[in-house]
T-cell receptor, first 113, second 112 residues
Framework: GQNIDQPTEMTATEGAIVQINCTYQTSGFNGLFWYQQHAGEAPTFLSYNVLDGLEEKGRFSSFLSRSKGYSYLLLKELQMKDSASYLCAVRVKANQAGTALIFGKGTTLSVSS | DTAVSQTPKYLVTQMGNDKSIKCEQNLGHDTMYWYKQDSKKFLKIMFSYNNKELIINETVPNRFSPKSPDKAHLNLHINSLELGDSAVYFC???????????FGSGTRLTVV
């Protein structure tokens, strides 16, 4: 089966740093993705890791350890607009023909002033 | 604008009705998907098409039937709607081995 775990909710204050963890147990692995979803909107792509290590992209960084089945998303210099759900997703081989993104249940981050 | 567009954005209908949601992408992607997001915000894959061919069909009631007339379009038809079908349905597209998906803005379906 496919299992992706992340905390349900997190809170932080403006200017702070927050780390959202994700652990996964999936049948196959073909990359790990982080998406941001504001309420009532579509998920938008944040980052992609396929090899172990840290990928940095402005205020956002994502880390992957394939041996541990573990990733985190690091958000620095938090802003109010970062209040959103953060979705961890693993791409798995669905069958001979294709792959699919399997999503965790998302972490709702609330940033306060 | 290059995007994934789906219509309608909102759909309110009675139990037992049949309805369709349309999706189109102009990104040149070869793979399209339907995801369902329930009230707990859990995004779950329903179907995937690659070049008009169904490649993923998760455990979805057969009242749901996807149709892909060409690789830029993937429509979702739902027969005999039930209360439990109320959710937000997202269309998405990608290159088959590409990085990440592009999602449409979602269709909020409410069955009353």
């Amino acid at each position: 089966g496919q299992n992706i775990d992340q905390p349900t909710e997190m809170t932080a204050t403006e200017g702070a740093i927050v780390q959202i963890n994700c652990t996964y147990q999936t049948s196959g692995f073909n990359g790990l993705f982080w998406y941001q979803q504001h309420a009532g909107e579509a998920p938008t792509f944040l980052s992609y890791n396929v090899l172990d290590g840290l990928e940095e992209k402005g205020r956002f960084s994502s880390f992957l350890s394939r041996s541990k089945g573990y990733s985190y998303l690091l958000l620095k210099e938090l802003q109010m607009k970062d209040s959103a759900s953060y979705l961890c997703a693993v791409r798995v081989k669905a069958n001979q023909a294709g792959t699919a993104l399997i999503f965790g249940k998302g972490t709702t981050l609330s940033v306060s002033s | 604008d290059t995007a994934v567009s789906q219509t309608p954005k909102y759909l309110v209908t009675q139990m037992g009705n049949d309805k369709s949601i349309k999706c189109e992408q102009n990104l040149g992607h070869d793979t399209m998907y339907w995801y369902k997001q329930d009230s707990k915000k859990f995004l779950k894959i329903m179907f995937s098409y690659n070049n008009k061919e169904l490649i993923i069909n998760e455990t979805v009631p057969n009242r749901f039937s996807p149709k892909s007339p060409d690789k830029a379009h993937l429509n979702l038809h739902i027969n005999s709607l039930e209360l439990g079908d109320s959710a937000v349905y997202f269309c998405a597209s990608s290159h088959r081995q590409g990085v990440g998906y592009t999602f449409g803005s979602g269709t909020r379906l409410t069955v009353v």
